[in-house]
């Protein structure tokens, strides 16, 4: 079965902190993203990777930054952290091919005060 | 460019009643079509999917989904709820030439009542 793992399922952080969250899959899957989910608007997606160190920028993108350094790992970086960057965080995976099924991880419920 | 229409921000259904979830989207092309269940505090977890085979489509837990091109609609059913069916569900599309990007609808939240 395919694994997609986030670093944390709670995290607190302060206006203003650096703030990492980490996402890892084991299928060897091309492509990785990041979303953000809020009452009333679904999914959005924040950023997008295709490939090691190729990244493109989903629909909501600033205040955040991405890396992929490995092909099993996708980071998503908020730079300094605000109060409205408060949400829901899904990191999913899926390959280029077929039916471009995305697998996702648990989520990571960020707040940040 | 593709969007996805959801129709219902929440459901109640009755425990043993039918459910039905709504979900049309618009495409040029014909897209790839994926109904995700969400439970509390998880990810997401595909339901089913649809591409390009048979219309009638059948996932997990008794949930079926038919594609009609004609009405650019993908619903969800379910003959008899179940307590357990209780949870968000959303409607997705693929994206043309995107690498494997997909449209989210905005959800529906389903609550089963006894």
């Known amino acids: 079965d395919v694994k997609v793992t986030q670093s944390s399922r709670y995290l607190v952080k302060r206006t203003g902190e650096k703030v990492f969250l980490e996402c890892v899959q084991d299928m060897d899957h091309e492509n990785m993203f990041w979303y953000r989910q809020d009452p009333g608007l679904g999914l959005r997606l924040i950023y997008f990777?295709?490939?090691?160190?190729?990244?493109e920028k989903g629909d909501i993108p600033e205040g955040y930054s991405v890396s992929r350094e490995k092909k099993e790992r996708f980071s998503l970086i908020l730079e300094s952290a605000s109060t409205n960057q408060t949400s829901m965080y899904l990191c999913a995976s899926s390959t280029r091919t077929v039916s471009y099924e995305q697998y996702f991880g648990p989520g990571t419920r960020l707040t940040v005060t | 460019a593709q969007s996805v229409t959801q129709l219902g921000s929440h459901v109640s259904v009755s425990e043993g009643a039918l459910v039905l979830l709504r979900c049309n989207y618009s495409?040029?092309?014909?897209?790839?079509l994926f109904w995700y269940v969400q439970y509390p505090n998880q990810g997401l977890q595909l339901l089913l999917k649809?591409?390009?085979?048979?219309?009638l489509v059948k996932g997990i837990n008794g949930f079926e989904a038919e594609f009609k091109k004609s009405e650019t609609s993908f619903h969800l059913t379910k003959p008899s709820a179940h307590m357990s069916d209780a949870a968000e569900y959303f409607c997705?599309?693929?994206?043309?030439?995107?690498?494997?990007?997909?449209?989210f609808g905005a959800g529906t939240q389903v609550v089963v009542t006894p």
């Open positions: 649809y591409t390009s085979a048979a219309t």
């Open positions: 990777s295709y490939d090691v160190k190729m990244k």
């Open positions: 495409s040029s092309v014909p897209p790839y």
């Open positions: 997705a599309v693929s994206l043309t030439d995107s690498w494997g990007k997909l449209q």
